[in-house]
């Protein structure tokens, strides 16, 4: 029985000021262990000192939630381990991106997502259709990507094939790995468009160092 999971996570809100609206997709084929590259992923923290806690991309950048307390060189430290930690973890990915001002009512952005979706899903179907069980976790998070979900992958796969799972990202390292995903590919929107923060320049440099360290590794692991 071969099995795929599909980790979602998303970056923007319906109603807030974020400019961009990103849905994150990681993909996991389980027949590929993961227990030794997280073992020495969660190893690494340890020597360094460093706390083991769930990688969460915005608040290790403003010092939020868990990170409070916790000084730059500390946060920074925190980003380049787990980067450490994707360009060794076995997945691959997509993201979809959208600028909200073009989508009026916000709605027309489900619509778009479903759209894409369906047609992203359709044009690797064949990667897809080799798998008995397609196991997709997500948190409920925005009831726009839960129907987005359900609509796209049961029109384009075997709704007996498709399993939901609601899952919190402290759980699942994978789950941690579509936030950081979601927060790379983020990034490099606003650093194409000139619209980077002093924050994103403090983690990551210009935008030459941000491609050569990040984007250019993580972009290996692109489904296109």
Request: aromatic share 16%.
């Amino acid at each position: 029985m071969k099995e795929l999971s599909v980790f979602v996570d998303e970056s923007g809100d319906i109603g807030g000021e974020s400019r961009y609206y990103l849905l994150a997709l990681v993909f996991h084929d389980q027949s590929n262990e993961l227990t030794p590259t997280i073992s020495l992923y969660e190893q690494s923290l340890n020597n360094r000192d460093l706390p083991n806690i769930p990688f969460h991309f915005s608040p290790l950048l403003r010092a939020n939630e868990r990170y409070q307390g916790l000084d730059v060189r500390c946060r920074s430290s925190l980003l380049m381990a787990f980067n450490t930690f994707a360009q060794h973890t076995s997945f691959s990915y997509y993201v979809f991106a959208y600028r909200k001002d073009r989508y009026s009512p916000f709605e027309a952005i489900g619509c778009a997502m479903r759209r894409d979706l369906i047609e992203f899903l359709f044009n690797h179907i064949e990667d897809f259709v080799e798998f008995n069980h397609v196991k997709i976790y997500y948190d409920n998070g925005q009831p726009i990507i839960t129907k987005t979900l359900h609509r796209a992958f049961e029109y384009a796969l075997s709704k007996n094939a498709i399993v939901y799972r609601d899952a919190r990202p402290s759980e699942y390292r994978m789950f941690q790995m579509a936030d950081f995903v979601c927060g790379i590919e983020l990034a490099a929107l606003k650093y194409k468009t000139h619209e980077e923060t002093p924050t994103d320049r403090r983690f990551f440099g210009q935008w030459r160092d941000f491609k050569k360290n990040y984007l250019r590794k993580l972009r290996r692991k692109l489904l296109c």
